[in-house]
């Protein structure tokens, strides 16, 4: 089973800035498209963007021209860059392979909390 890990998440105030990390054991990030998914306590899991494996790029509307996602398929990572964060961008943020229909997904990571101030 793929061992997936997010990290960077945290505290911040509105208006920042945060990068999350997603890594995965082998090729798992090579081989896909990959997408990030936040989750709000009680809510379903929502695809918030993704990234193709040659790189384009595709984003939720309340995301566009804030969030920008990349990836790096030599180390095997994609990141999530935040800018202009606003409190209802609180939410734990998770990597996966991209996949429309999230509940087709069953292998996840912890998840990374990232928590906006106003």
């Known amino acids: 089973q793929v061992h997936i890990v997010e990290s960077g998440g945290g505290l911040v105030q509105a208006g920042g800035s945060l990068r999350l990390s997603c890594a995965a054991s082998g090729t798992f990030v090579g081989d896909n498209d990959m997408g990030w998914y936040r989750q709000a306590p009680g809510n379903q899991r929502e695809l918030v963007g993704g990234?193709?494996?040659?790189?384009?790029?595709t984003y939720i509307d309340s995301m566009k021209g804030r969030f920008t996602i990349s990836r790096d398929n030599a180390e095997n990572t994609v990141s999530l860059q935040m800018n202009n964060l606003k409190p209802e961008d609180t939410d734990v943020y998770y990597c996966?392979?991209?996949?429309?229909?999230?509940?087709?997904?069953?292998?996840w990571g912890q998840g990374t909390q990232v928590t906006v101030s106003s």
């Open positions: 990234i193709s494996r040659i790189g384009k790029t």
């Open positions: 996966n392979e991209f996949e429309v229909v999230v509940t087709d997904l069953d292998n």
